[in-house]
């Protein structure tokens, strides 16, 4: 069956937007194709700096043939909705046929030639191309990426003829800008069309140029003894800036190795889009780097090799000034300068955030084991280094230059590392920290976050979280966790939010007033939204209020109003914190039922909840486990038939009862064993033992099953069997919430 | 090092660019009278780049960044430097292969070299421009700035214009492979680029950062911002309003934003409501040029 190709041949397309252009086009494409009722054997997509290419194996010439059933009005429905209907349809109505009173027209559609459906589609689907940013070109009104220079588009070996705003389709293609052979390229179909290119040094599939990159400049580094340092994002985005991508290792000026090996990665990453280099004999990188060009050199590449170790040392020297001045500035002017800096309009600068910070870090030390004096200085250290040269260059570098200042500038080890790891955990992959100064910061770095953005109702809703909380959460519950943390999490948040509600008052009133005063433009405004414009405007409003007769007693009120909203706003931390530990949970491979039946015991304690997590699951694991959550569902079930008749019965369980069968008397005995070990292990936090105890109840309440039945003819039996069951209930409900778990 | 023959002095560089653009229809046009921070603020840029009509030029404009000069100090940082532009309205089809026709004219091989298109959106917020295009790379150093026009003054454009930007300096540092732009070899009989401008860059650092009078800039901008609306509000002979100088007046006011800002003089809260204002002012010029434009058409 026939193939369609089809490429869209423009200027350089921006590498970060490519793959994501592969998967629109397939999209696109295959929507339409689909809709018209086509299908194929295999469609592909390739992205690469200068073409999208498309290419469809096994496509029918032609769209089949249709018949769709389209449902009508009633066919007691007035003359006017018939008529209106026929006249949609172009149908009369003995055609249409009636089921179950309501009326069905079906209509047919002939099929169409594959070709003027590839015509209209590329029409479309260029017209409608969903680029994060396009633009126009010339005198045209076309838009796309950069502009077109040409569409190839075959079918089964023959042009589709279309004219796109003056682009005709072609059966042509461009090989290298550089090393091709200058030639346009007439393409057949998509093998000649990738071996053209091929012998024009152009690699059509990105996963080629990916393999071409990692070969080659292993090979390179390989053959000085060297190691490569990998990078994919850096991977990614160079296999997308070169069609015929070249490794060329070249040298860096050793003395640039004094720098801070994560200053000069990154200088050569984001910079000049350089690989960094290892020598494995040695610690630190190796003075090297390695550039992917997009042409074999005529010289082997000893110019190119040359010319950009030029600009690297010109980059590096900027990166060293930098190094050199911050260390002439230091701390105290950085930290100076950090009430000029806007946090965020409403929770006032980053001054005043790192005071918030620095308190919080002093109460989560003695928990944690952390000096709390240590604590506090890392924290009051801990945002400087955003006002320092390098971290203003490179944004990335923010904790781990405040570290290596704090270092330098004698602090202790303990302090430099938690300056330079408390914005840890930023991800998933990232480490979790330990070091007992590191987290008490790391942990009032996020809370402050998180009680902040909270008390000023900045809260994520579905895909929107544009302060990453949801981050911030796991940042604080995984170092926590860790740490096996004891943390009384409602009044952590309760004392911080009350630090937060004094110090950002005086800004929120002030938004407040203007909004009251109905000034509201000057803070709808987003460009004279500062602090300095509404501060200002709620000075005069206060002035004013102080003079009139009972203004102290209005701004108080209206203060203290303002307070209450934030503290309550607050609360809110809680429950969004333990939402997010049932999702790092999950995501850890915990079952959702188990954790439900965990959580749903109201505990907020993170440490426990994930403990009781934990053991529940390797007790479900055994077969003591999966059998006594047998007997749970069937002890909960009967009592929850009961339940529907009447209360049940309370009271004790009554043992040595005449007639009472064994097993009964065993049963409540275990019962009695079992609470009081359950409790003593649940006192001392040892879910493992808690479990076992339950464990114990197994076999009694396997027998007891098997041998009594609960629903005795004589009410007092029955009762008392009854109290049993609703003993056994609650005594497993202590550990977890059985109920919740899959059986 | 970039051909067997002996590499391009500065002037040299300029010549033959000019020579170059010449070929392909360019009007070459001398700088502007008038302190500027880029070459594209050239009324040949940016005025023309609105309306309709054809237009072709090139010109090298000296181009001013007071908060940029490090007193001689710094061999790559300058407060008084050159940029080569180019404009071509509407862009040819073929302005990429252009544009490498330059690189061959100054000597740059793409077989030896790696000429690289990497994407760089570019805005100039205080005129309302901005474009897509790209960085251009000759061995990882960006030496051209390659732009699709699509706004001007905060109007969108009738007809796309591609506008070059060289940055000469560093083109001619890595034509000559000198890593100090002041040992830039001026002329080819070794006239430094230092020996031009060492003193200069000196003078105007200690001007820029500490000599002008701050409250004297303020004044002198409001009076900037003044004539603007005024100009624009008279009628000329053809009753036409007088664009021309009002935008002359917005790049004085621009230029004493620059001068305030490298004296230390713009507080932060202030930096948006002064570059806002810059930006209206070029709005209004935009505007009233097309607006004529289209009367006269």
């Known amino acids: 069956m026939p193939q369609l190709l089809l490429e869209i041949f423009s200027e350089e397309i921006p590498a970060r937007m490519q793959q994501g252009a592969a998967r629109d086009l397939d999209r696109m494409v295959s929507d339409r194709l689909k809709a018209a009722g086509l299908t194929w054997d295999a469609l592909t997509t390739y992205a690469g700096p200068r073409r999208l290419t498309l290419v469809i194996d096994g496509l029918p010439a032609a769209t089949p043939d249709r018949e769709e059933e389209v449902k009508g009005p009633r066919a007691s429905a007035p003359e006017q909705a018939l008529e209106g209907f026929l006249r949609k349809t172009g149908l009369t109505r003995d055609q249409l046929t009636e089921r179950d009173g309501v009326l069905f027209a079906v209509l047919s559609s002939k099929g169409r030639a594959t070709t003027d459906l590839v015509a209209e589609t590329v029409d479309q689907v260029i017209r409608t191309f969903p680029w994060p940013k396009s633009m126009r070109w010339g005198s045209g009104t076309l838009r796309w990426v950069r502009p077109i220079k040409r569409i190839l588009c075959l079918f089964d070996g023959k042009v589709v003829p279309f004219e796109i705003d003056g682009i005709p389709s072609d059966a042509i293609t461009e090989g290298h800008r550089f090393m091709g052979s200058g030639q346009l390229l007439k393409v057949s179909d998509f093998v000649d069309y990738r071996t053209q290119l091929e012998q024009n040094f152009v690699l059509l599939d990105v996963a080629d140029r990916k393999l071409r990159i990692l070969d080659q400049a292993k090979a390179a580094c390989a053959a000085k003894g060297l190691v490569l340092v990998d990078d994919d994002g850096l991977l990614d985005e160079v296999a997308g800036l070169a069609e015929w991508p070249t490794p060329i290792l070249g040298d860096m000026d050793p003395q640039f190795l004094a720098l801070p090996p994560e200053v000069v990665r990154l200088s050569m990453k984001v910079h000049q889009k350089y690989f960094a280099v290892r020598d494995p004999s040695k610690e630190g990188l190796a003075p090297n780097f390695l550039v992917v060009a997009n042409v074999e050199a005529t010289d082997g590449g000893k110019a190119l090799a040359a010319g950009n170790s030029r600009v690297l040392s010109a980059r590096l020297n900027d990166a060293r000034f930098f190094w050199d001045e911050d260390q002439k500035v230091g701390f105290d002017a950085w930290n100076a300068k950090l009430s000029g800096v806007t946090f965020h309009a409403k929770l006032g600068t980053l001054a005043e955030r790192v005071e918030r910070i620095a308190a919080l870090a002093r109460e989560i030390a003695p928990l944690v084991g952390a000096d709390a004096d240590e604590a506090e200085m890392a924290a009051r250290l801990s945002k400087a280094d955003l006002l320092s040269g390098m971290v203003s260059e490179f944004p990335e570098l923010q904790g781990i230059m405040g570290g290596y200042y704090a270092r330098l500038a004698g602090h202790s080890d303990a302090i430099a590392d938690a300056v330079r790891d408390h914005y840890k955990p930023q991800g998933p992959a990232d480490t979790v920290p330990t070091a007992p100064v590191t987290v008490a910061v790391a942990l009032a770095d996020k809370l402050d976050t998180l009680v902040g953005f909270f008390a000023i109702d900045e809260k994520p809703t579905g895909s929107k979280d544009p302060f990453a909380l949801r981050r911030a959460a796991l940042g604080f519950e995984r170092p926590a966790i860790a740490a096996g943390l004891k943390l009384d999490l409602h009044s952590l948040i309760e004392d911080h939010a009350e630090r937060l509600a004094e110090q950002i008052i005086r800004i929120v009133s002030a938004q407040e007033i203007a909004i009251t005063i109905g000034d509201a433009r000057q803070v709808s405004d987003s460009h004279t939204r500062s602090q300095g414009v509404t501060v200002e405007q709620a000075g005069l409003v206060l002035e004013r209020w102080t003079n009139d007769a009972d203004g102290h007693r209005r701004a108080d009120e209206f203060a203290g109003r303002l307070k209450a909203k934030l503290r309550v706003a607050a609360l809110d931390v809680r429950p969004f914190m333990l939402d997010r530990l049932k999702v790092l949970l999950r995501d850890q491979g915990q079952r959702h039922d188990l954790v439900d039946a965990v959580f749903a015991l109201g505990d907020d304690d993170l440490v426990r909840i994930v403990r009781r997590v934990e053991a529940l699951a390797a007790f479900l694991a055994t077969d003591d486990g999966t059998n006594l959550l047998a007997g749970y569902k069937r002890a909960s079930n009967i009592l929850r038939a009961e339940e529907k008749k009447g209360p049940l019965p309370t009271g004790m369980v009554q043992t040595g009862l005449p007639n009472q069968p064994e097993p009964e008397t065993v049963l409540a005995f275990a019962v009695g064993a079992a609470r009081t070990a359950v409790e003593a292990a649940l006192e001392t936090e040892d879910f493992a033992a808690a479990m076992t105890a339950l464990a114990r109840l197994r076999t009694p309440v396997d027998v007891f099953f098997e041998a009594v039945l609960v629903n005795s003819d004589i009410p007092a039996e029955r009762d008392n069997r009854l109290k049993l069951l609703g003993q056994v209930r609650d005594v497993m409900g202590q550990v977890a919430d059985f109920g919740q778990i899959a059986g | ?297």
């Open chain 2, 1 to 297: 090092m970039t051909t067997s023959t002996e590499p391009l002095a500065f002037q040299d560089l300029i010549l033959t660019l000019h020579r170059y653009w010449g070929e392909q229809g360019c009007a070459i046009l001398q700088p502007y009278d008038i302190e500027v921070g880029a070459g594209t603020l050239h009324p040949a840029t940016v005025l023309r780049a609105l309306g309709s009509k054809p237009w072709k030029a090139a010109y090298v404009q000296p181009s001013r960044r007071p908060g940029d000069g490090r007193y001689g100090e710094n061999p790559n940082r300058l407060q008084h430097y050159y940029q080569y532009q180019v404009i071509l309205k509407p862009n040819p089809d073929n302005l990429q292969e252009l544009y490498l026709g330059s690189l061959a004219a100054i000597g740059i091989d793409p077989k030896l070299h790696d000429i690289r298109f990497v994407e760089d959106d570019w805005e100039n917020p205080t005129v309302g421009a901005w474009g897509l295009g790209w960085e251009v790379w000759c061995d990882g150093m960006e030496v051209t700035q390659f732009t699709y026009f699509q706004g001007v003054g905060g109007i969108e454009v009738d007809v796309v214009s591609g506008e070059l930007t060289y940055g000469l300096e560093r083109l001619a540092m890595y034509v000559q492979g000198v890593d100090n732009v002041y040992d830039l070899k001026f002329t080819k009989e070794g006239l430094t680029y230092g020996e031009v401008f060492l003193e200069n860059e000196r003078q105007q650092s200690e001007a820029n950062f500490h000599g002008y009078d701050v409250d004297g800039l303020k004044r002198r901008f409001e009076d900037m911002v003044a004539e603007v609306s005024r100009l624009l509000d008279m009628r000329g002979p053809q009753d036409q309003p007088l664009v021309l100088p009002a935008y002359d007046q917005v790049l004085k006011a621009s230029h004493l934003f620059n001068l305030m800002d490298a004296r230390g003089a713009i507080a932060v809260a202030e930096r948006q409501s002064y570059i806002g204002r810059i930006r209206e002012l070029c709005k209004a010029c935009a505007l009233a040029y097309v607006e004529q434009e289209r009367k006269t058409a």
